[in-house]
């Protein structure tokens, strides 16, 4: 029942009610699957196979019935700034030490006013 080329839909995880293709049957209980989904290894009893079954370039085929596969955003290149270096031992610069200014707290004495007379 679960072959290659079989569509499915998915009936458990963050992706249910999605639908798939089944790639590559991997073992008795695992298969590969695309789609909707991301390409990835599932358990057969997550699924809910239809009668539809593939043949060919199953991407391809599975675009022309409708369905959109699922696809990552590219990664973007980030510039990173370049550590300075010391010069003459190649080591990375040493940061400026920022001035702080030490606060000293003084504790006052409260007099009673019967201290006083």
């Known amino acids: ?27 008795d209980n695992f298969v590969t699957i695309i789609g909707e989904v991301k390409k990835r290894k ?18 391809k085929e599975f675009e022309k019935l409708g ?8 990664k973007q290149e980030t510039i990173k700034p370049k550590k300075e270096r010391n010069a003459k031992t190649n080591k990375p610069a040493k940061k ?9 707290k003084t504790t006052k004495k409260i007099v009673n006013k019967e201290e006083n007379n």
């Open 96 to 104: 400026e030490k920022k001035e702080t200014k030490v606060v000293k």
């Open 42 to 59: 599932c358990n057969i009893k997550h699924l809910d196979p239809t009668k539809t079954v593939l043949d060919g370039d199953l991407e």
């Open 67 to 74: 369905f959109t596969l699922f696809s990552s955003k590219p």
């Open 1 to 27: 029942m679960m072959n290659v080329g079989r569509i499915c839909i998915k009936i458990s995880g963050r992706e249910a009610g999605k639908t798939c293709v089944i790639i590559e049957k991997n073992d």
